[in-house]
């Protein structure tokens, strides 16, 4: 008597001849449990370390989502916020926010505004760019605008200095949108495989002439700034304009698989590679002879590379051995610091007990 051959369905064992037709759908679970297929950090946008809302934006910079910098030059100005804000049934809860406050319906040449994320290069070799062997990229995401229209999405090899833009269309006013966009191979120019700035993703709010004259390079090629950004619509066009974005996902191949979801620690973790804040308290701290007070604090994640690490003056104090508060008679200074800590010391004060304050160390791409 023939044995019969069971596979597990997910829910049940069942026999196998009765899910050969389903041996695709096998396949496709196989590449969703794959981990760590997001090339993007912290896409579901869970993570705001510096603030949940910052206004007034004229300038490029790091806000408040982390990993999602503002790219702002002379074009309107923004709000940048942290929404509770989803697609229902998405399992994501929270957004990244772009609101226009003062418009600029026409811009210069060179006036441009952007969401973007810069990936380091050893986290991108899998693409084996620059090889026969390249692969495609997808992207996918969650937007949604009360300006409908098109949109361009590009990504820009800053190792050597080429890009490639594709457009998407945002349909109805105030409605989240899901969108999946496939990027061809790229078999010249292979990323530098070190911890520096090699891509930048690029979603375009608006642009002036010197990046929309051209026509939109679809292929990989050498960056021209006409062609990077043709078509694109002009958020900045009247105040209350908006632009909301989640979900966000990057990944190898020509498929766009369900989003990856990550512990919260995990992410956490992740973001704090480029950006920590460091809130310590009871680090012992030791007179050295009877001028100078010193202590060092441990980051919880190892950064990029030497950070630059910033102490608040007004945040920072000092406790003697009785637990009252005392005053050193200089501001915290930040002193030797790498990529796990830094050192922190105060000048003429007798003082030896224990320090407490907060401190942010940043090195972003």
């Known amino acids: ?115 973007y994320q810069i990936i380091e290069g050893q986290n991108l070799q899998a693409i084996k ?21 098109t949109y361009i999405v590009a990504i820009y090899d800053n190792d050597n200095t080429r890009s490639v ?12 949108e899901y969108k999946t966009i496939t990027f061809p191979a790229d078999t010249t120019g292979a990323f ?21 004259s051209g026509t939109l390079q679809t292929t990989w090629g050498s960056y021209t700034a006409a062609n990077y950004a043709t078509g694109q619509t002009n958020l900045a066009s009247a105040t209350n304009n908006y632009w909301q974005i989640t979900g966000v996902q990057l990944e ?44 060092s604090v441990y980051f919880k994640v190892t950064k990029r590379a030497t950070p630059t690490v910033t102490i608040p003056a007004s945040t920072n104090q000092i406790y003697n051995t009785s637990g009252a508060l005392a005053t050193p008679a200089y501001a915290w200074q930040v002193n030797t610091p790498s990529i796990d800590s830094f050192t922190i010391y105060a000048g003429s004060s007798s003082i030896s007990g224990y320090v407490a304050g907060t401190a942010t160390a940043a090195i972003e791409l």
């Open 165 to 176: 833009s594709k457009s998407y269309t945002v349909n109805a006013s105030g409605t989240w």
């Open 1 to 115: 008597m023939a044995k019969q051959a069971y596979v597990y369905s997910g829910t049940d064992w069942v026999p196998l001849a009765s899910e050969v037709t389903n041996l695709s759908s096998y396949q496709t679970k196989a590449l969703n449990q794959f981990p760590y297929r997001n090339l993007i950090i912290n896409g579901a946008m869970q993570v705001a370390q510096r603030a949940t809302s910052v206004a007034s934006i004229t300038t490029s910079g790091y806000r408040t989502v982390d990993r999602f910098g503002h790219n702002v030059t002379t074009l309107g100005t923004w709000t940048m916020s942290q929404e509770n804000d989803a697609p229902t049934g998405s399992g994501f809860r929270k957004s990244t926010k772009v609101l226009c406050t003062t418009a600029d319906a026409s811009p210069a040449a060179g006036d441009y505004s952007s969401i």
């Open 252 to 295: 190898v191949g020509a498929t766009a698989t369900p989003f990856e979801f990550l512990p919260v620690h995990l992410e956490l973790a992740a973001c704090q590679r480029y950006y920590e804040v460091i809130n310590y308290a009871a680090i012992k701290a030791a007179a050295a002879g009877t001028t100078d007070i010193w202590g």
């Open 129 to 149: 760019k620059g090889t026969a062997a390249a692969e495609q990229l997808t992207i996918s995401f969650w937007v949604k605008s009360n300006v409908t229209g």
């Open 192 to 212: 530098d495989n070190d911890n520096g700035a090699s891509l930048i993703l690029e979603f375009v709010m608006g642009s002036g002439t010197d990046r929309t």
